[in-house]
């Protein structure tokens, strides 16, 4: 019942701004996807419903540290005398994706959200109805969260091309961590950089707004994005991710603590907790804690030629692009 509530308060709040625009297509086939989609599918290119589509699937995503880069939304307009039309469309979008050949990842927590993979490709799928239509957005994604990535079907494709990441896949002294677990922090060691120590980063971000041709109003959504890493000089860090706005009415904190060790190039990140919580309305609906894997990060320093801040520069070992990360 919780989630059946947040995405009819998601699809209302979305459908309302996107129904707005007149940039709409009737679909055959998925863009993103390459599925046929069920009949009377309507794809919306409005630059303002395909922000907004964008931020509801980084609320979960961004936590994830999953980046998004294109992202497709479908409408299913619901026949007024078919009652049953939602669960219809979206049993008939499942069988497609399965006929397609894609491993259709549940979120536990949220059974709106959904990852997608097939070969190389990586996707999330965000699904909800309401008595008027049916709603699909899809985001192409850099990467599966760590626990997708378990799942046997992931293990099995990604067993062959392990080789490829072989010098990232152990992290240094994993032996002597695993037989530590639940001790205390190690003590400070010798190769780790004073020029680490610190706080990096910035826990505000840009804003989507829109205006309204027809009131001439700006409506803002109030998507903002933030993202710092704190690394002391006992070995210890905290990484905090924020994801807020105002329509829909979101917001998402993320915080990672555990130890840290950095050789050469690499930042090696050991979690010991993470607590990701969800707001909506102002009501928490989601409060828990994991210990996800160790993970490694790229690293370089240099001073902004612009901002003349200093400023780190990280990669995720799974991802291509570098974030920048100033000195706060």
Known sequence: MRNKLIALFLVFTVASAILA???KDPVARSLL?????????????????????????????????????????????HPSDDKNAGMKNMEELKRSLQRSGYEIIPVANDDSYSWLRKGGSN????????????????????????????????????????SVNEPLKTPPDATARDNSANTSPPEPSDNILPELIG???????????????????MIVSGVSKGYDLELNAD???VQRTVVTSGR????????????????????????????????ENEIIMIDEH???EAYCMFWRRQINEVTARNCLYVRYSTHEIEQELCRE
């Open 21 to 23: 625009q007149k940039s």
């Open 248 to 279: 829909p009415s979101y917001r998402v904190f993320v915080s990672t603590s555990g130890t840290w060790k950095q050789t050469g190039d690499q930042i090696w990140l050991y979690p010991g907790d993470r607590h990701y919580r969800k707001w």
């Open 123 to 162: 996707f999330i799928l965000f699904t909800s109805s309401t008595k008027r239509e049916s709603n699909v957005y899809i985001g192409l994604a850099n990467q599966l969260p760590g626990y997708a990535r378990q799942s046997q079907q992931l293990l099995q494709v990604e067993s062959a091309v392990s």
């Open 290 to 292: 994991s210990v996800p």
């Open 235 to 237: 070995g210890t860090f």
């Open 33 to 77: 996807l390459g599925i046929d989609l069920p009949s009377g599918a309507l794809r919306y290119n409005g630059v303002f419903s395909v922000a907004v589509a964008k931020s509801v699937l980084e609320m979960h995503a961004t936590s994830e540290q999953v980046l998004l880069t294109e992202v497709e939304v479908l409408v299913f307009p």
């Open 199 to 217: 706080k990096w980063g910035n826990l505000a971000g840009a804003k989507v707004n829109w205006q309204d041709a027809s009131t001439g109003y």
